[in-house]
């Protein structure tokens, strides 16, 4: 079975400080994408990052960065300078790559920025 | 258009009604999908498409479950006799290609309620 596991249901951080998203999956597969999505009150999913499985370098977008561990099946999203509108829920998800025709969630980390 | 839209966005039905929920999605785009996203869960995969041919059923939950996209733009998820379970949001998804690489844009769901 495929699945993800997102140990913090809740997080909270003040603003302009970092958090860490955990993330952690199961799979036997070794080629496959991991993602984060997103989702605000209006529930659009909102790409966030990606990572392809066979690239060692963490991928980084502006204040949004991954720690990916491919033996460890981690994948934590850091978040610096933390902003009011990046409260939401959080879904860590993986797709794979040569069937990539469904995501597999998380269940989500509600974030919290406190001003 | 400019993104994935769906409708309703909200829908209310009693137990036993049929309901029959929209996507459209972004002009062009060859692969669509559906997901059902419980309350305090991540999205779980109903089912894709590749333009009008439906490749992949194996998540639709039971046969009162059934999905149709006939020009290959539209999609409609229907389901029948509706059950208390069936309450969730349910998101669709559209992706550029019809492989397995791109990303896939979501539409903003449907939050369906069964009395």
């Known amino acids: 079975a495929q699945t993800v596991t997102q140990s913090q249901p809740e997080m909270s951080v003040q603003e302009a400080e970092t958090v860490t998203l955990s993330c952690t999956y199961d799979?036997?597969?070794?080629?496959?994408?991991l993602f984060w999505y997103k989702q605000p009150p209006s529930r659009q999913m909102i790409l966030v990052i990606r990572?392809?499985?066979?690239?060692?370098q963490n991928a980084t977008e502006n204040r949004f960065s991954v720690n990916f561990q491919k033996a460890a099946k981690s994948f934590s999203l850091k978040i610096s300078d933390s902003q009011l509108g990046d409260a939401a829920m959080y879904f860590c998800?993986?797709?794979?790559?040569?069937?990539?025709?469904?995501?597999?969630f998380g269940t989500g980390t509600s974030l919290t920025v406190i001003p | 258009g400019a993104g994935v839209s769906q409708s309703p966005r909200y829908k209310v039905a009693k137990r036993g009604q049929d309901v029959a929920l929209r996507c459209d999605p972004i002009?062009?785009?060859?692969?669509l999908f559906w997901y059902q996203q419980a309350l305090g869960q991540g999205p779980e995969f109903l089912t894709y498409?590749?333009?009008?041919?439906?490749?992949?059923k194996s998540g639709l939950p039971s046969d009162r479950f059934f999905a149709e996209r006939p020009e290959g733009s539209v999609s409609t998820l229907k389901i029948q006799r509706t059950q208390q379970e069936d309450s969730a949001v349910y998101l669709c998804?559209?992706?550029?290609?019809?492989?397995?690489?791109?990303?896939?844009?979501f539409g903003p769901g449907t939050r369906l309620t069964v009395t």
């Open positions: 998804a559209s992706r550029l290609g019809g492989g397995s690489t791109g990303e896939q844009y």
């Open positions: 799979t036997s597969e070794s080629d496959y994408y």
């Open positions: 990572q392809e499985a066979y690239k060692q």
């Open positions: 998800a993986y797709r794979f790559s040569n069937t990539g025709n469904q995501f597999y």
């Open positions: 002009s062009g785009h060859v692969s």
């Open positions: 498409f590749q333009n009008e041919a439906q490749l992949d």
